[in-house]
């Protein structure tokens, strides 16, 4: 019940999520106009046509009103936060504050994966988002059991731990091949992420990252679809690291330790 549940309300907040990945890019506001509307005919669009996932299949996906085809990522996103949300139950017990926590960072995530697949941009608003989604919950939390002050020093050895490996390789990068390696954007969404991982989960995270994206990159040379120096969206393979690290993290870490047998 608590995975069927979590599965439902992720697919109510993959709709949310949708909105957020089609106006932050455009700047539109997430407030006004205050009802979703057809990217195509600009006609608002009832509660029947933004059940999520539904509303696709019966609508065989085009606009009932002029036509327009809807594009397969809107019930990708939905569909994928609804399992997202299903995992994130398997950690965390469902209603309580770490659940959304981890609820709030995870479609956070999956914006700033789709918006940084499309633009290879990771707007400011998103990481704004995620450090209040995120810390809020964990300095309250942590902030009752060893004290606010150690709580803030913890996240802010995070942070650094985060973003100054992406800061430091973009420096030597920029002085000696003259371009750049990661966005800053990046960088500011790895210091964000170390402020509610900590130092160690934050590095774990950047591993993934690393392993994930080369892997992802050699893939698209040896197809030919990318060449060697060419940019590929780092984002989505930083969002994969944050995500698993925030909810396996230390099970991995102990896993290998005693794989190694340090433990």
Known sequence: MSIAFSLLLGLLFGSFANVI?????KKISLLTPRRSYCPSCNTALTAVELVPLVSYIWLKGKCRHCGGKISLQYPAVELSCGLLFAVISLVYPVLTVSFFLAAAVTVILLCITVIDGYTQTIPDSLVVALVVAAVGFVWAINGLEAGLLS???AGIIGAVAGGAPLLGIDIICRALLKKDAFGYGDVKLMAA???FLGAKMAFLALFIAVVTGGLWAAFLVL???KKAGNYISFG???TTGIFVSMLCGQVLISGYLKWIGLS
């Open 151 to 153: 709580a803030l020093l």
């Open 223 to 225: 197809r030919r679809k």
């Open 21 to 25: 990945i089609f106006r932050v890019p």
């Open 236 to 238: 989505p393979f930083l």
């Open 193 to 195: 992420a170390g402020l």
